[in-house]
Each structure stands twice: as C-alpha cells, then as structure tokens.
C-alpha cells in the first residue's frame, strides 16, 4: 500500500490564506485588525526563532504583532505587570509567552494571568477546564492542527479508534480531548503502556507526540491507519549533518499506513497557522463577531 502523504505545509498555507482573508473583511468591515502579542524572556536560540516566525507570520496575514523581548533576569513581578497590561490592551487579542521561561519564573503562576480569552496557546487552567468539559475554548495549537488535517482527511472521525501515544499537557492530553469531542473512542498511551505495538495497531487514527526519533515503527501500525507524527526530533547524519525525524519511522509506517503526516512538512508547519486561527478567533470573540468557520475546534 503507498500511504497518501498528508501535506501540512500546503495545508498550513491555506489556513494562512483563509486567515488573511478573514482579517481583511474584520478590517474592511469593522474597522478592526486582531493583534498579537508575544513575550521572550531570556535569549534562548531556538525560541529566537520561533518568535521571529511567528512575527513575520502575523504581519503577513494582516495582524498587527507585538513583540516583548525580556532580559533573562526579569523579576517574575515585571513579567506579570507586562501581562496585565497586555491583558487590558484593546489592541491585544492574542496574548503567547514563549516557553519555556527561566527557571526563576513560575510558567504556571504567568500562564494562568493570561486573560483566558487572550490565551492563544490555550494552555490557562480555565482554558484546559472548558475544553475538558466539551465546552468553547481557546485550543492549542498544535493538535487543533492535527485535528483539523484529520477532519480533512476523513470527514466524520465519529466512531473511529484514535490511540495517542503521549501524554503531555501541550499535545497528547488536549490531542485525546479533541478526539472524544469528534466522537473517536481513545486511548491514551505513555512511557508506563504495556504492549504498545498491540495497543497502536487496534488505532484507525495514531498520533504519535513522545519525542522519541523514529520510535514507532511499521509493526505498530494497522493497514490503512491514519498516521500523525507530531514528533520533531535533530538526530545526527553523519558528515557533521544533522536532519530532522518524527517520533514514527517514515518509510515502514507509510508501508503499512493509509495516509501520513512527514516530518519535517507535516504537523509543524500547522502550528503557526493555528495560532494566527487562535488569535483571529479571539478577536472575532471578544468583538461578538461569528467565528472564523473550519478555523477553530
Ligand atoms: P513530552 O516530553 O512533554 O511528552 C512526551 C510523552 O511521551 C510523555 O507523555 C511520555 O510518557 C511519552 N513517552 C516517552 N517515551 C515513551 C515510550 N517509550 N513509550 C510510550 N510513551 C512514551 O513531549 P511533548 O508532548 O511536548 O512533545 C512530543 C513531541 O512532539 C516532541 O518530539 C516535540 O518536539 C514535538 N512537538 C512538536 C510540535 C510541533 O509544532 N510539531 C509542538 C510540540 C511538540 P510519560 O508521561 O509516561 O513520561
């Protein structure tokens, strides 16, 4: 069986595209363009990046985007002043702190300031507490981005069998939340799952979040699943290289699978996508618009 090789690059740019769109009628019609504002403490490299991304991302769709770069030894009061700001800022409808945040810095304590509404990562208490309980709420990105590839792919996922191996509070927990919303029948699998092979090959649906390169191998995957690698993992290449892989070993889970995600191309590039989504949301929420349609969980 060759696997259909879902395309998250491509996909992402259209979700890019419908945002824009979006974001020009707001404009035209309401007068209004959604913001966002994202906060680096610190000088971490990757999160550098990460950020630059995400800025050069907002503008491009049409946002405005603001950006707050901390020095490493901000006081945790400074950085809770700064979001309180943000949090009454009526430009500001999107609010993302870079993670992670020096050790000195509760993550918890300057997730849960965040004006829930403003939570675009999703990941404030009151946020996991409504998605838990079936109710509306900001999502994280990164599984709003599978599932929205999943719904495109499948249609219905109702009473499809989803195994999500991983546990995390950043992607495996909210990823196994928005499967039982879809009405998957799910299981959650992690480092303490017996027989995990077994468990994966009874999914129609895998989503494999462990941070561990190529870990899931074709044997764990059943003819004509749905196979979404969140993983990315720097291995080395030899040659003083170093390439990119997933948590799933590409070549033996395409064998087996009947679509799957790559890694790099898949899953990533719908991050940033879904956070510019979040945050078109949220603007469109706090202004008592409709929601942005295929956008949002
Ligand atoms: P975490 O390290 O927070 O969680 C990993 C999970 O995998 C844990 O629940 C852990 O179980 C489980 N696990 C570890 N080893 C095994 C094993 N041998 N068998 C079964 N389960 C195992 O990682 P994240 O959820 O933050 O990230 C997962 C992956 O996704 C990483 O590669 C990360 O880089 C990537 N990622 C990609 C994003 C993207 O934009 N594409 C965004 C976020 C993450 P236990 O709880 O028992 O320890």
């Known amino acids: 069986m060759t696997a259909k090789i879902i395309d998250g690059k491509a996909f992402a740019a259209r979700v890019r595209r419908d945002v824009a769109a979006h974001v020009a009628t707001m404009k035209e019609r309401h007068a209004m363009t959604p913001g966002l504002a994202v906060v680096l403490v610190g000088d971490d490299p990757a999160s550098r990046v990460y950020v630059k991304n995400k800025h050069a991302s907002t503008v491009e769709v049409g946002m405005n985007s603001f950006e707050h770069r901390l020095p490493a030894e901000t006081h945790e009061g400074d950085l809770l002043a700064l979001i309180a700001r943000l949090n009454t800022d009526p430009a500001v409808h999107g609010i993302l702190v870079q993670l992670p945040l020096p050790d000195h810095i509760d993550s918890a304590l300057v997730i849960n300031a965040i004006d829930p509404a403003k939570d675009v990562d999703g990941f404030h208490i009151s946020n996991v507490g409504l998605l838990g309980t079936g109710q509306k709420s900001m999502v994280p990105c990164t599984p709003l981005g599978c599932l929205m590839m999943l719904r495109d792919h499948h249609g219905s996922l109702s009473g499809l069998n989803a195994v999500v191996v991983g546990r995390s509070n950043i992607v495996g927990k909210p ?105 078109l949301t949220a603007c469109a929420r706090s202004h008592g618009l409709s929601e942005p349609e295929g956008l949002t969980a």
């Open 175 to 279: 990823m196994a939340q928005l499967l039982l919303g879809d009405s998957c029948t799910v299981t959650i699998a992690h480092s303490r799952s017996k027989d995990l092979p077994t468990i994966c090959r009874g999914a129609d649906i895998l989503v494999a979040a462990v941070g561990r390169p190529e870990m899931i191998t074709g044997d764990f995957v059943k003819k004509g699943a749905t196979v979404i690698d969140v993983g990315i993992n720097r291995i080395d290449a030899g040659a003083g290289k170093t390439r990119l892989v997933g948590d799933c070993h590409f070549d033996s889970c395409a064998a087996q699978a009947g679509a799957i995600t790559p890694v790099p191309g898949g899953v990533g590039p719908m991050t940033i996508a879904c956070l510019l989504a979040n945050t």
